[in-house]
């Protein structure tokens, strides 16, 4: 399997994650659920779509950089390693 579709699964198996996460917030509001889980769930969802995102933007780089021609492994691990601390920390 190329590198794309690799990335391409992954991205669609978190995103229906966070679908997953987005329903099990529905049905907690309408179930007039106590407001901090509630609260939890839309924090846990948000970091997984901020995660998905950032995991897109490297993808988008890596693939921007070897259209230039810039095939390095060490140019993609130290995408990867901002792409951790994005994660992370962002």
Same mark, same amino acid.
């Given at each position: ?24 917030? *529905?049905?907690?509001?309408? !179930? %007039?659920?106590?407001?901090?889980? $509630?609260?939890?769930?839309? +924090? ?25 021609? *810039?095939?390095?492994?060490? !140019? %993609?691990?130290?995408?990867?390693? $901002?792409?951790?601390?994005? +994660?992370?920390?962002?």
């Amino acid at each position: 399997m190329s590198d794309w579709q690799q990335d391409k699964k992954k991205m669609l198996d978190r995103l229906r994650r966070i679908e997953g996460q987005v329903r099990g917030i *529905i049905g907690m509001i309408e !179930a %007039e659920g106590e407001c901090e889980p $509630v609260v939890q769930q839309f +924090a846990a969802a948000r970091k997984a779509m901020d995660r998905a995102f950032f995991d897109l933007m490297a993808c988008v780089t890596k693939r921007e950089l070897a259209e230039l021609g *810039i095939d390095d492994a060490k !140019a %993609e691990s130290r995408i990867d390693a $901002v792409t951790a601390l994005l +994660a992370k920390y962002g």
